[in-house]
């Protein structure tokens, strides 16, 4: 079978979620199947990390802006490159072909949540109902999307796969380093007491500005602690660089715009707890990571997160930012509850994995 991919979130510097998400399926699929081809439709650049993998070929199809490539320059190409099916692994489809296609949804926050940018909610809104029109298939990436997927679009549940991703991604931690590693993480990331760690986009649903909060009340409680954010850039910097300069938490916050997987792990692993305290989430990779590598789970209620996490992390409620503080407080203080969670998010991390998400992808793709 010939399978088209559009690999643009595939791209080495796409360092959220859709970069994860398509390049450890691509990897994982290409290698469970090498009896398929696999065809990587890029923009302009090609840089994936793909080389030595015999049955992924690529193709760039250079063309002005993505909508315009999406709907013009790759359906021009189908007629050449005739692939039996085609995958849309972040959201975005292709209307005027006749080739089947598949396509994953990864969330409908701008649904789920209020957003005040309207005209990208529109833009957004038009893109998941182009999707729902013009796949043969949809995967949802959690029953949460699919839940969504249903109540807000009235889609046909048969329609529907839901595909977890896998957490594999991130490398075990080795114990027998453990006192190495630990110096060396505390001194590349220039961390100097215990710490509390989040992870994600600074975007303004991620909520990193409880996680602040919470740092404030445990800091006056008597918690020796800092926070160490890890992740890009988003829509609520500003509102969080005041909330620290406010606080007079400065000295006590790290920032990390990226951290690569084996770095990630080992501080996933030290923390003292890892905090997600999203509003609204269709997966939450860093959840998984995190219990994979060790660490200890606190997260809200909102979205998938329940559904990823299982029993084997603790949640607050999201309406109620008071409980944050008290359910992390509790949790740093109760070491038999903190390994309890720990093992338990051994076990949760071991059932996603590439190679489950792969073969279900592959048995979607076979319609």
Same mark, same amino acid.
């Given at each position: 079978?010939?399978?088209?991919?559009?690999?643009?979130?595939?791209?080495?510097?796409?360092?959220?979620?859709?970069?994860?998400?398509?390049?450890?399926?691509?990897?994982?699929?290409?290698?469970?199947?090498?009896?398929?081809?696999?065809?990587?439709?890029?923009?302009?650049?090609?840089?994936?990390?793909?080389?030595?993998?015999?049955?992924?070929?690529?193709?760039?199809?250079?063309?002005?802006?993505?909508?315009?490539?999406?709907?013009?320059?790759?359906?021009?190409?189908?007629?050449?490159?005739?692939?039996?099916?085609?995958?849309?692994?972040?959201?975005?489809?292709?209307?005027?072909?006749?080739?089947?296609?598949?396509?994953?949804?990864?969330?409908?926050?701008?649904?789920?949540?209020?957003?005040?940018?309207?005209?990208?909610?529109?833009?957004?809104?038009?893109?998941?109902?182009?999707?729902?029109?013009?796949?043969?298939?949809?995967?949802?990436?959690?029953?949460?999307?699919?839940?969504?997927?249903?109540?807000?679009?009235?889609?046909?549940?048969?329609?529907?796969?839901?595909?977890?991703?896998?957490?594999?991604?991130?490398?075990?931690?080795?114990?027998?380093?453990?006192?190495?590693?630990?110096?060396?993480?505390?001194?590349?990331?220039?961390?100097?007491?215990?710490?509390?760690?989040?992870?994600?986009? #600074?975007? %303004?649903? $991620?909520? /990193?500005?409880?996680?602040?909060?919470?740092?404030?009340? =445990?800091?006056?409680? &008597?918690?020796?602690?800092?926070?160490?954010?890890?992740?890009?850039?988003?829509?609520?910097?500003?509102?969080?660089?005041?909330?620290?300069?406010?606080?007079?938490?400065?000295?006590?916050?790290?920032?990390?715009?990226?951290?690569?997987?084996?770095?990630?792990?080992?501080?996933?692993?030290?923390?003292?707890?890892?905090?997600?305290?999203?509003?609204?989430?269709?997966?939450?990779?860093?959840?998984?990571?995190?219990?994979?590598?060790?660490?200890?789970?606190?997260?809200?209620?909102?979205?998938?997160?329940?559904?990823?996490?299982?029993?084997?992390?603790?949640?607050?409620?999201?309406?109620?930012?008071?409980?944050? #503080?008290? %359910?992390? $407080?509790? /949790?740093?203080?109760?070491?038999?509850?903190?390994?309890? =969670?720990?093992?338990? &998010?051994?076990?949760?991390?071991?059932?996603?994995?590439?190679?489950?998400?792969?073969?279900?992808?592959?048995?979607?793709?076979?319609?």
């Amino acid at each position: 079978m010939k399978i088209g991919i559009d690999a643009r979130s595939a791209m080495v510097y796409e360092k959220g979620g859709f970069g994860v998400y398509t390049r450890n399926l691509i990897k994982s699929m290409a290698s469970l199947y090498p009896e398929h081809i696999f065809e990587l439709k890029y923009q302009n650049k090609i840089e994936h990390g793909f080389d030595g993998i015999n049955n992924l070929k690529t193709d760039k199809l250079s063309f002005p802006l993505n909508t315009l490539w999406t709907q013009i320059r790759l359906p021009i190409h189908f007629f050449r490159s005739k692939p039996d099916i085609f995958l849309f692994p972040a959201q975005t489809i292709s209307k005027f072909s006749s080739v089947k296609k598949v396509v994953t949804i990864h969330d409908l926050r701008f649904r789920a949540i209020q957003n005040n940018n309207k005209i990208e909610d529109f833009r957004l809104d038009l893109q998941i109902k182009n999707c729902i029109k013009h796949s043969d298939q949809i995967i949802c990436v959690s029953n949460q999307t699919k839940s969504d997927l249903i109540k807000y679009y009235s889609v046909d549940e048969k329609k529907i796969k839901v595909i977890y991703h896998g957490a594999d991604h991130i490398d075990e931690i080795k114990e027998a380093t453990l006192n190495y590693e630990k110096k060396h993480i505390m001194n590349r990331y220039k961390i100097n007491r215990e710490f509390l760690l989040t992870v994600g986009y #600074t975007h %303004k649903h $991620k909520n /990193i500005v409880s996680v602040i909060n919470c740092l404030d009340n =445990l800091v006056k409680d &008597g918690n020796d602690l800092d926070l160490v954010i890890v992740g890009p850039q988003g829509n609520d910097e500003e509102n969080i660089q005041e909330k620290i300069n406010n606080l007079n938490l400065t000295n006590r916050i790290i920032r990390i715009p990226y951290a690569e997987s084996q770095f990630l792990g080992y501080l996933y692993y030290f923390s003292k707890l890892f905090i997600y305290p999203s509003m609204y989430e269709g997966f939450g990779f860093p959840i998984l990571e995190a219990m994979r590598s060790g660490g200890v789970v606190l997260g809200s209620n909102a979205g998938s997160i329940p559904e990823i996490g299982g029993n084997a992390m603790e949640l607050f409620n999201i309406n109620e930012p008071d409980e944050l #503080t008290v %359910k992390a $407080k509790r /949790i740093i203080a109760d070491k038999k509850r903190r390994e309890v =969670l720990r093992l338990r &998010g051994y076990e949760r991390a071991r059932n996603f994995m590439w190679e489950k998400t792969a073969k279900k992808t592959i048995q979607s793709l076979q319609i």
